[in-house]
């Protein structure tokens, strides 16, 4: 027997996001997909959890009233994610979401890192 999982997203409202110079550009789930694939390369992140990692994401900004979203939001919320799925993609994605300059930026990152509370 074989079972088959379906997965309904919610299309009716486009996403579109808000970037921080000011232009507009329709959200795309893969290009989310592949800033996390590249923050996880050769960690034990496997697709499926990438993949949820953006169900969720879009999800959030869905329920959140859809529209338009800051890219900022969308930064913050695949942050949070990572957090909680691993800590070196975490400071991966983070080194180009917050444009490190130096070790000095990691060193925060990671004091931050170690002295909030995981949900």
């Known amino acids: ?19 921080t110079r000011g232009t507009r550009e329709s959200f795309d789930r893969g290009k989310l997909i ?10 034990p992140i496997d697709d499926d959890a990438v993949n949820a990692l953006a169900d969720s994401v879009e999800e959030e900004l869905r329920l959140g009233g859809g529209g338009d979203v800051p890219s900022t939001r969308v930064g913050l919320a695949v942050l949070e994610r990572l957090r909680e799925l691993d800590e070196v993609a975490y400071m991966r994605f983070a080194s ?13 990152e990671a004091a931050l890192l170690d002295k909030s509370p995981v949900s």
Do not use: C, W
């Open 34 to 43: 592949s800033g996390v694939m590249a923050a996880a390369k050769g960690r």
């Open 1 to 19: 027997m074989h079972r088959f999982t379906t997965f309904e997203r919610m299309d009716e409202v486009p996403l579109m996001i808000t970037k």
């Open 96 to 108: 180009v979401y917050k444009n490190f300059d130096g070790a000095q930026d990691f060193q925060r």
